[in-house]
């Protein structure tokens, strides 16, 4: 057998590698894996869990660090400018990460591809609608519209 066959990776090749590849021909070509955008997913995930947990831990933390959860003092929380920025970023991280799992629902058990196609398009209308609606409340807050 030929050796430099091979190490190329080549037909019938048993080398592990960098070489071996699970994917087709044509989708090395494209730069494609089986999802297409599966990693992207996979990590959108990731990331937004990691950012949520964060965010989530300050919220908490801050919430009981107030003296009571009367309006008025939620408010006067809300109006601190940091709190708005980082209260606005849980909100849009949670609607992102909230739209990401519902997709992957849809996706697996919605089975008409009609049904499947505008199930994801509202969710995401749905999920944009939440995401600038909390957007919105904060800024409306911070900027001293709601006292």
């Given at each position: 057998?030929?050796?430099?066959?091979?190490?190329?990776?080549?037909?019938?090749?048993?080398?592990?590698?960098?070489?071996?590849?699970?994917?087709?021909?044509?989708?090395?070509?494209?730069?494609?894996?089986?999802?297409?955008?599966?990693?992207?997913?996979?990590?959108?995930?990731?990331?937004?869990?990691?950012?949520?947990?964060?965010?989530?831990?300050?919220?908490?933390?801050?919430?009981?660090?107030?003296?009571?959860?009367?309006?008025?003092?939620v408010?006067?929380?809300?109006?601190?400018?940091?709190?708005?920025?980082?209260?606005?970023?849980?909100?849009?991280?949670?609607?992102?990460?909230?739209?990401?799992?519902v997709?992957?629902?849809?996706?697996?058990?919605?089975?008409?591809?009609?049904?499947?196609?505008?199930?994801?398009?509202?969710?995401?209308?749905v999920?944009?609608?939440?995401?600038?609606?909390?957007?919105?409340?904060?800024?409306?807050?911070?900027?001293?519209?709601?006292?």
């Amino acid at each position: 057998m030929d050796r430099r066959r091979l190490r190329r990776g080549g037909h019938g090749s048993f080398l592990v590698g960098r070489d071996m590849s699970l994917k087709t021909p044509l989708g090395r070509v494209l730069g494609l894996g089986s999802a297409k955008e599966g990693t992207d997913h996979w990590w959108g995930q990731r990331v937004s869990a990691v950012a949520m947990l964060m965010l989530g831990s300050w919220f908490i933390y801050s919430l009981l660090q107030l003296e009571s959860l009367t309006y008025l003092d939620v408010i006067r929380f809300i109006g601190v400018p940091l709190n708005g920025v980082l209260l606005s970023l849980l909100s849009i991280t949670l609607s992102y990460h909230s739209y990401l799992g519902v997709q992957v629902v849809i996706e697996d058990y919605v089975h008409g591809p009609a049904l499947k196609v505008v199930s994801i398009v509202l969710s995401k209308f749905v999920h944009v609608f939440l995401a600038i609606a909390a957007a919105f409340a904060v800024m409306k807050i911070f900027l001293g519209g709601a006292a």
